[in-house]
């Protein structure tokens, strides 16, 4: 006889096998499974060739498993119900009742913009959940979110591996911030204006160069940059203490500006904007809680951005 393996055996009849177990009747057997009774005994007579045993034998009106059956049947029951909850539709996720974490990856100027909203808003539908926000930027969000750092980040993402998803959200536009107390600049702020003011730049690697610097090169203008900070929550009070300008993403201006008395202006040319976008794992795709907590971060970007 040939050792029994899955490429001999047809897993639909392990389903026979389970239904019979429970009526011990061909007839009964055959209604529950919406076959006629020789289509059951065509699959009985498979499964005895597959595993080598009568499994069922007649008695009267009935059948009567064999030992090798009843040793089978309870790890046969297991093996159906452990497939049969993993091809189920996942149950809709209950945020009102779910105990447990999300965490974000996100650079400081999304962190000051959308954080606050989106812990709030998780807080209020899902009480007994926690939100964190987790440094995060362009460079090292594929390797936190593979080593389980966060679930998901907002940031300039390049292509990813096949195995995660990058969903576009929105365009980052750049706009000019200014201390109008240290700096009086007409608005909107022209372009010879921009050209002859001390700037300062926000890098995390210290850089002083920008990607629209290329923009401004090709219209004859190279920044005077004289300070530089690595985080945007720490532009302001450098605006506040030098006469310069921080050409800056949009959403860092719309936090800061209230909150210090500065000025915001549109750049006085065209320069390139980045696209931002949501980064998970493929594997989270269809998670009820991953798509409940991905469609609380489009909430809170949209209405951000109204």
């Known amino acids: 006889m040939k050792p029994t393996t899955l490429r001999n055996l047809d897993l639909n009849l392990l389903h026979v096998f389970s239904v019979l177990m429970e009526e011990q009747s061909v007839s009964r057997a055959a209604e529950r499974l919406y076959i006629g009774q020789p289509g059951l005994s065509g699959a009985l007579r498979r499964l005895r060739e597959a595993l080598g045993d009568e499994l069922f034998v007649r008695v009267g009106r009935g059948l009567q498993p064999t030992p090798r059956a009843l040793a089978l049947a309870p790890e046969i029951a297991r ?43 998780v807080r209020e539908l899902a009480p007994a959940a926690r939100v964190l926000a987790v440094a ?47 700096l009086s600049l007409p608005s909107p702020l022209g372009i010879e204006d921009y050209a002859k003011a001390q700037h300062v730049v926000v890098s995390s690697e210290g850089s002083e160069e920008a990607n629209f610097d290329q923009v401004l090169a090709a219209a004859g203008i190279r920044r005077n940059i004289v300070a530089g900070v690595s985080r945007h929550a720490s532009v302001a009070s450098l605006l506040r203490a030098l006469p310069a300008i921080a050409t800056v993403p949009e959403v860092t201006a719309m936090c ?51």
């Open 136 to 182: 995060s930027s362009k460079r090292d969000a594929v390797q936190l979110l593979e080593s389980g750092a966060h679930d998901m980040s907002l940031a300039v993402h390049e292509e990813p591996p096949s195995w995660h998803i990058r969903e576009p959200l929105f365009e980052q536009r750049l706009v000019c911030l200014y201390d109008p107390s240290q």
């Open 79 to 121: 093996a159906l119900a452990t497939i049969e909850r993993a091809v189920q539709a996942p149950e809709a996720f209950d945020p009102a009742g779910w105990e447990g974490e999300f965490r974000i990856g996100m650079c400081d100027n999304f962190e000051a913009g959308f954080f606050g909203q989106l812990a709030a808003r």
């Open 256 to 306: 800061v500006a209230p909150l210090y008395g500065l000025a915001v202006s549109e750049a006085p040319l065209a320069l390139p904007t980045e696209p931002i976008s949501m980064l998970y794992r493929r594997t989270d795709q269809m998670d009820g809680r991953f798509i409940w907590f991905r469609s609380m971060v489009l909430e809170v970007i949209s209405a951000h951005r109204k």
